[in-house]
């Protein structure tokens, strides 16, 4: 492998780090440290040794025209034995489909030269393809203590742009404490052995290392009739992104995201946030649970909103399930 066919690009996983889930997207994705959801597989697998209830999420948005972002989740709690754990699937998925490709009928004539059929040379559509990237995490966790967790994923990454493709693989090691009650501090190493992409042109490239560290704090306040979550996370990157992150030192960077969430008496939530790029803000209605076949099933819808200060306004909405 010569040195040109390696390249280390710190932007070659940028659709990993956009978030998932509504909620935490509404709290500014301060979320390393709440992980108390569906959406652990990704903000904080070691989160899903807490669940109680399995749960399945899906979500849709669009970044710009054409272009879609979508998620979808399940958790699932393990049967209790010596420790409690859980596990859980994630698939993130961001492209544009319908790319038209062109072609000239006679490559060696020039655009609109008549050609000897009567038809001019001009470019016509010869198929559609996609530019897509995937995502899918494979998550586990379990507790060691009653407060202390530790989790991880097998993360497995496919490119495809028009007719090349990559694939890569790669590893999340993360942990969550709850020392106190309503008190939590969450840490997840995202590629910890620096994932690597494979094109099939001989290409490489290399996803580095990401340190996301946090802390939730959440209270019951009886006079607003429900509680109150304040959370804040940074993100410490190796990439020397001086011009996007918050403060940096040498290669070292670092962006925080703040996040707020209020829920009444478990049913209405409001949420607020900031990040590097923008403020954040959303609400989640949980619908009063439902029996099927002697199974109690709650659902929901989240919503937030994004104001990016490259892409403007960007909406997410997703619809869960606990059961």
């Known amino acids: 492998m010569t040195p040109a066919a390696v390249h280390a690009t710190k932007y070659a996983g940028e659709f990993l780090s956009i978030g998932v889930g509504p909620r935490a997207l509404g709290m500014g994705g301060a979320f390393v440290a709440v992980a108390d959801d569906v959406t652990s597989g990704y903000w904080n697998p070691a989160g899903l040794a807490f669940l109680s209830r399995r749960a ?24 209790p034995g010596r420790r409690q754990a859980g596990v859980g699937v994630s698939v993130i ?19 609109d030269a008549p050609l000897g059929n009567g038809q001019r040379n001009r470019p016509f559509v010869e198929r559609y393809v996609s530019d897509a990237e995937y995502a899918v995490l494979l998550s586990f966790a379990s507790r060691v203590t009653p407060r202390l967790a530790f989790g991880g994923n097998l993360k497995i990454i496919r490119k495809s742009v028009g007719v090349a493709g990559a694939l890569g693989a790669g590893l999340d090691a993360s942990l969550l404490v709850r020392p106190a009650r309503g008190l939590s501090f969450g840490a997840q190493v995202m590629n910890l052995t620096t994932t690597v992409l494979a094109w099939d042109t001989g290409r490489k490239e290399y996803l580095n290392p990401l340190l996301k560290t946090g802390f939730a704090y959440e209270r019951e306040v009886a006079r607003l009739h429900g509680r109150v979550v304040v959370a804040a996370d940074a993100d ?4 020397g992104r001086h011009k996007t992150d918050a ?7 670092v962006s925080t995201h703040l996040g707020i969430e209020y829920v009444l008496q478990n049913t209405v939530a409001l949420r607020v946030g900031s ?23 709650v659902p929901g819808v989240e919503y937030a909103f994004v104001s990016h200060n490259a892409f403007g306004t960007i909406h997410r909405i997703a619809a869960f399930v606990e059961f």
């Open 56 to 79: 399945a999420m899906v979500m849709h948005s669009e970044q710009l025209a054409g272009l879609a972002y979508d998620y979808a989740a399940y958790a699932h709690p393990l049967p």
């Open 93 to 111: 998925r961001l492209g544009v489909d319908d790319i038209p490709l062109t072609r000239l009928p006679d490559p060696s004539q020039p655009i």
């Open 236 to 239: 410490v990157r190796f990439e």
């Open 247 to 253: 403060q940096s030192l040498g290669q070292a960077s």
């Open 275 to 297: 990040e590097a790029t923008g403020v954040t803000a959303g609400a989640g209605v949980r619908v009063p649970a439902v029996a099927v076949r002697r199974h109690r099933i």
